[in-house]
């Protein structure tokens, strides 16, 4: 079982930055692919970033390329998502989750989730 905390979301002006940081409990967290998530008003959930098991392999959204970067600290059991050049598009609550596939991390599809921590970037 794998419990996962989400923070560091807030209020931002437009071209800010915000680091998210997810914590997980157990110790099985370095056995599994780690993903960054989105979730805008009246939208479906999508994904933003994933990172391998050991960190040697990372993909993003191309909404984010280049201005965010996902990163993990499997001494720490955490997973952060660095996030610059904010934009107002960027405002939805953020999740992250945790599988053993990468390739369903990139799909949305997920055996743990977090609760999501809100991000809102004003013009």
């Known amino acids: 079982q794998v419990q996962l905390v989400e923070s560091g979301g807030g209020l931002v002006q437009a071209g800010g930055s915000l680091r998210l940081s997810c914590a997980a409990s157990g110790r099985t967290f370095s056995s599994y692919a780690m993903g960054w998530f989105r979730q805008a008003p009246g939208k479906e959930r999508e994904f933003v970033a994933v990172?391998?098991?050991?960190?040697?392999?990372?993909y993003y959204a191309d909404s984010v390329k280049g201005r965010f970067t996902i990163s993990r600290d499997n001494a720490k059991n955490t997973v952060y998502l660095q996030m610059n050049s904010l934009k107002p598009e960027d405002t939805a609550v953020y999740y992250c989750?945790?599988?053993?596939?990468?390739?369903?991390?990139?799909?949305?599809?997920?055996?743990?989730w977090g609760q999501g921590t809100q991000v809102t970037v004003s013009s």
């Open positions: 989750g945790a599988d053993r596939s990468y390739s369903r991390v990139i799909a949305t599809i997920n055996e743990y």
């Open positions: 990172i391998s098991w050991n960190g040697g392999s990372t």
